[in-house]
């Protein structure tokens, strides 16, 4: 049985209380993602540590990519990111770095959602759930 990964719009208050109510937090990895990450490579930093990416992510967003459709290293059975106020993330970056970063989260999502695993990919993980919640104020 799988819960498939999906991108969720919340108000504010909603997003900071659902891995209360939603998730186990033993299992589960939660990543916050706001106005604080200013630039790239803060977010990149904060990503590495947070998700405990191998010593070889390359802060970059091929390597993001890689290490979001991976997680063979993590314990957790769910990848929870909130995102509070999206457009105010990467304020210091042009537009281009936060559109990447948003379209590598739908990438991920889509990859975790998808039954199919013709390469193996999953095969560590392969009930792992990817879950992304956007959050307004």
Known sequence: WRIGSRNHRV?????????KWCYDEVKTKIVVV????????????MLYE???FPDYFGCNWNALNDCLRDFC????DFVV???INKYKILSKEPSF??????????YASDFWDD??????????????VFNVYYVED
């Open 11 to 19: 108000g504010k208050e909603q997003g900071i209380a659902i891995y």
């Open 34 to 45: 706001d106005e604080k990450i200013e630039d790239v490579e803060t977010l990149f930093k």
């Open 50 to 52: 947070e998700l405990c």
């Open 73 to 76: 290293w993590l314990q957790e």
């Open 81 to 83: 990111f909130v995102v």
């Open 97 to 106: 770095q936060r559109d990447a970063f948003f379209e590598y989260l739908q």
């Open 115 to 128: 039954p199919n695993d013709e390469f193996g990919y999953k095969q560590n993980h392969p009930n792992l």
